[in-house]
């Protein structure tokens, strides 16, 4: 016999896959591969695992016995814009303040800009210039 948390006439809740629905656990079938049948607002009905998971391959548990929020963090249906040539900041020949000195900046790549350090060519991350780890001095 499969054991689960969930038992007949339990309120589940799953926000990932019906959002602001309550559902109602309507009968556990032993054996199942998706033992748990849940009917949302009395329309909608699913299949969960014994540890809440969807029937639909997904492995994460969605099924809970408490309401629960879903945010989506950086979700978009925008498409990214391409950054042109005119679009781009470039740092040659401008001079960087980094440790307390001012260094001339030589030479640049999509991702870093190289100056002269000690004789020697140091690396500097354009994400470190644009989120202000380094000063850029016009």
Known sequence: MQT???KVGDEA???VNYPNQKAIVIEIIDGELYPIHVIFNNISDDWYTINGCIN???II???SLTPYEVEFKGFTQDRPKVL???MKVYYVGKKIEYNGSIFLILQQDKES???LLDG???VIMIDDITNGKYRIIE
């Open 61 to 63: 548990s969605t099924l």
């Open 56 to 58: 639909n391959g997904n």
């Open 113 to 115: 800009v190289y100056i």
């Open 84 to 86: 042109t040539d005119e």
């Open 120 to 122: 020697k060519q140091e």
């Open 13 to 15: 809740w799953d926000s």
């Open 4 to 6: 689960t948390k969930f």
